[in-house]
């Protein structure tokens, strides 16, 4: 059991963990979750030992091996898989001592721990781990000096899988890794024997992989029973008890304050008033829940609508030097298509991506859409683009050169850039900053297709769902490029495969590009229709696209509605709360009473009907 008992530990004079405790059962996988900035790197950090706590602790059992992924990526020139079966330390102590081992008992101790470890399968158990994780068996042979700085990252994650520690800690293990890397790597985590905490704000890993979820929040940890769908609800039951608690306790000390302010100077009440302050004295404040709140992502819609397609390829090639990387491209894209790109890293992802918003060019057929069309491109990578010595007011300032200096601070306070963080320079904005203003750069003049090629990184859970909302929200085109099947489940409608050189529609749903994934069925032929000239003609627009414009427009509409009806209740509340009312207008008083009552009831079967709704389209 992995044991936190009171960790205190505070950087640079900032508190992130006080008196926190948990404690984690053998073999449970827990996802440590938190607002960005609360401490979770810190915690991982404090249970390994590489940072020292106030006070407090944090301890396994004796003789219980803690693991995680290396900090610097491995870069020599051993083999990809040396280099993962070297993660297994005792492993390599064993067969290192069995080479110069001379006393009969102790070679046969040796030999016998190597048989219980598994010792003979360790090559091919890291293939599987490697093959897993997206490594060529030709790759898995070869140097890690050969690999970029992220397929490094892969090895070292590979490495502390391999090595199945007792407790495994895992800080964010998906940044490296693409969609498909990600499914493997959940059903790992599922199937890990031991006990795991992970760091994640991916949505559906926290979901399908684990089966408690730590929060730290207030610098204080609260574990939660089942995964995180699980957890935000008991969360929203707890907060609702905590205000109706609250709400009740102000009301009991309102009461009680009334009682001694009017009978504490009278004689015959001075002890029941005394009594009633020495319980006021002792009624112990219920503390006000703490949100803090998430500033939405603003997507401008375009201003002038492009007739369809927006874009059109016929048998369109594209790459490198005159080398193409992706040929045979027959496809079309729409004003209103919600895309998501699949396939491995290096695949050609990304290369799609950039001959669809300019950066690249076809190199043989054709690619076609209007002059006046624009686009808006969001790529990890520009983060590191971006002017260290910049500020965003410097940024906003060149886009709207005409704009006053209070117009350009409400653009940026808009979009969560308050006051301080508007003159901040980029080389002090953490990652999910930078992202904010790439985001808020790359949609600015309201682009008609918006591409976004991993777009959640850096982003806390709020925060990418804020993001799914602002996509949802844009009214253009959308292509997305993401490890996090759950933004690709709520804001994508169709799937286009990029493999074996080509991009193509995958006719499936994400289970089922799952279930390929992880090897359980065959890949099916995309449905095509050839029209008569041999053109590609796409398969008509699905009607859950039409159910789901429908829904909003009945959910905006009741949205509206329900905010009526709350404004009445709330008049008649202030009206019904002067006293007055009762003995001067009694009448009145009562047609009040009867009326806030009916407004209840409709409020409730209006929040009902919305409720079916959102259940409607959830399900469309």
Partial sequence: MLQINSLTFRIGGRLLLEGASAALPDGH?????????MGKSTLLKLILGDLIAESGSASVPK?????????????????????????????????????????????????IRLADIDAHSAHARAAVILAGLGFTEEQQNG???????????????????????????????TNYLDLEGTIWLKSYIRDYPHTILLVSHDRDLLN?????????????????????????????????????????????????????DRFKAKASKARQAQSRMKALAKLEPIAGIVENRVAPFLFPNPERALAPPLVRWDKAAVGYGGKPVLKNITLRMDPDDRI?????????????AKLLCGKLKVCDGEMR???????????????????????????????????????????????????????SKCSVLSGGEKARLLFMLATFHGPHILILDEPTNHLDVDSREALIVAINDYEGAVVLISHDRHIIETCADTLWL??????????GDMDEYTDLVLGRTAPKKPERVVAATGGFTPPAKPRQRLMTSALKKQLHELDLKMLKIKDKII???????????????PKKAADFARLKSRFETELEREENHWLELQEGMLNA
């Fill in 63 to 111: 003789n219980a091996r803690i693991g995680t992924v290396a900090q610097e990526a491995p870069g020599g020139p051993e083999s990809l898989l040396d280099t993962v079966m070297a993660g297994d330390k005792e492993r390599d102590a064993l067969l290192t001592e069995a080479e110069t081992a001379k006393d009969p008992h102790r070679i046969a101790e040796i030999q």
């Fill in 208 to 260: 399908e992989a684990v089966d408690s979820i730590l929060h730290l929040d207030q610098t204080k940890l609260t574990i939660y029973v089942g995964n995180y769908d699980n957890f935000e609800r008991q969360r929203r039951e707890k907060q609702a008890l905590t205000l109706k608690l609250k709400k009740k306790q102000e009301e009991q000390r309102d009461h009680m304050q009334a009682f001694v």
């Fill in 29 to 37: 996988k827990v996802g440590l979750v938190g607002r960005n900035g």
């Fill in 340 to 352: 998501a790109l699949l396939g491995s890293n290096g695949n050609g992802k990304s290369t799609f």
């Fill in 498 to 507: 990029v493999n074996d050189g080509t991009v193509k529609p995958f006719d």
């Fill in 143 to 173: 140097p890690c000096s050969a690999l970029s700085g992220g397929w490094r990252m892969r090895v070292a994650l590979a490495a502390a899988l391999f090595g199945a520690p007792d407790v495994l800690l895992l800080d964010e293990p």
């Fill in 571 to 585: 008049v008649l509340e202030q009206a019904l709360a002067d006293h007055t009312i009762y003995s001067q207008e």
């Fill in 369 to 423: 859409h209007p002059p006046r069309i624009t686009m808006g491109y969001f790529a990890q990578h520009q983060l590191d683009e971006l002017s260290e010595d910049q500020t965003p007011f410097e940024y906003i300032s060149r886009l709207m050169p005409d704009a006053t200096v209070s117009q350009r601070r409400a653009k940026l306070g808009a979009v969560g850039f308050g006051a301080a963080l508007a003159d």
